[in-house]
């Protein structure tokens, strides 16, 4: 008598969650729009990290004047001009006129100076103040002086990656959710894996494309940045950038487990954005505040305790030389207990939601369950 054949042991919760986390990765790297949409951000990022650096780069080189050898001597040490020595005065002129040059010095004994300047068609400012007396400047605090452009452009790099890479996998994971719905293919899952590992599973893969995807754009940040020979900005990045990354993980997973909550309020993607919009709003205001008020010492100050936006506004802080070591610790510690809370209050929505069909099932009634 042959002996009976025995059944398959039921996955553990963590083979649950890494079965769903792998069904996740594998069906956006094998969706078109992903890869292509992915590859188009990273070769964005790259462009504007390269353009930036040359545009900075030329902008480097100095105004463009030209001297005699009776002038030459007013330029010497004169920094952020570029000076071509001209044979004579004729030649001072023509390099004028045919745009080489924005101005020249030319000798003229009736002024104080030695000196006049000629310009095409308007007065070069910038080299009048460049050849302008100024007092030496001492700066007290020079760790903390930025370039306002070049902070409001690591503000906006920031802002842009954590807004666009939580709002695009947020909707992706509340519309997966929807679809399994749908197809009813949700029935299936949970008769053979624990709702809270189906859950999990989700966030874990998103999450790890996610964060693939910030390592990708670091690196290519980093090879732009020392390919255009900034190296000063890199090395100012350094620290910021690993900040971001955790607190990107964090904010990323507390949004993840809210948007999979939300999809399962709603049983067809119509509905969907009813229960996704206020998250879309929490994201989007605190971008929006960080960005505007990104040399507002107070309200940045404000911004870096605040769980949705202390994902950009920590990171902007420690890069300005605003923050103190011990801020970022506790900014990660609310940011964390937030994700925690976070997690519970969308597992127990998610569970309560999950195989309610028909009519969206409201925020308290989910809570309830």
Do not use: H
Not at 3 to 11: D, E, M, V
Not at 146 to 174: E, H, K, N, Q, W
């Amino acid at each position: 008598m042959s002996a009976p054949a025995s059944t398959p042991a039921a996955p553990t919760d963590l083979q649950s969650v890494w079965l769903v986390a792998e069904r996740e990765i594998g069906s956006k790297l094998r969706s078109k729009v992903f890869v292509i949409s992915s590859s188009i951000l990273i070769l964005a990022a790259l462009a504007s990290v390269l353009l930036g650096g040359f545009a900075a780069a030329s902008a480097g080189d100095g105004v463009a004047v030209a001297v005699t050898s009776q002038t030459e001597a007013a330029t010497r040490g004169v920094d952020g001009l570029d000076v071509t020595v001209a044979d004579s005065v004729d030649d001072a002129t023509a390099l004028v006129r045919d745009g080489t040059v924005e101005a020249a010095l030319v000798p003229d004994d009736s002024t104080s100076f030695g000196y006049r300047v000629l310009a095409d068609d308007s007065a070069p400012t910038e080299v009048v103040e460049l050849l302008s007396q100024t007092p030496p400047v001492e700066l007290l605090d020079p760790a903390g002086a930025t370039d306002g452009l070049l902070r409001y452009f690591v503000a906006l790099g920031f802002g842009i990656v954590f807004l666009m890479a939580a709002s695009t996998f947020g909707s992706t994971i509340a519309s997966s959710v929807v679809e399994e719905k749908q197809t009813r293919i949700v029935e299936i899952l949970i008769s053979a894996i624990p709702v809270r590992a189906l859950l999990a599973g989700k966030v874990v893969g998103n999450t790890v494309l996610a964060m693939a995807q910030i390592v990708a754009l670091a690196a290519v940040a980093s090879v732009g940045l020392s390919v255009t020979g900034q190296t000063e900005v890199l090395t100012g990045l350094g620290a910021p950038l690993v900040w971001f990354g955790v607190f990107f993980f964090f904010g990323f997973v507390l949004l993840a487990a809210l948007f999979a909550a939300a999809g399962a309020m709603v049983s067809r993607q119509e509905d969907i954005g009813a229960t996704t919009s206020p998250l879309t709003i929490l994201i989007m205001a605190p971008y929006f505040l960080v960005i505007f008020f990104n040399d507002n010492p107070v309200v940045l100050s404000v911004m870096s305790y605040v769980p949705f936006s202390a994902p950009v506004a920590m990171p902007l802080r420690l890069y300005l030389g605003q923050a103190q070591w011990w801020e970022p610790l506790i900014s990660l510690a609310v940011l964390v207990a937030t994700c925690a809370g976070a997690i519970w209050v969308g597992a127990r929505i998610y569970r309560n939601s999950l195989l309610r069909m028909g009519a969206r099932v409201k925020l308290a009634e989910a809570l309830r369950g």
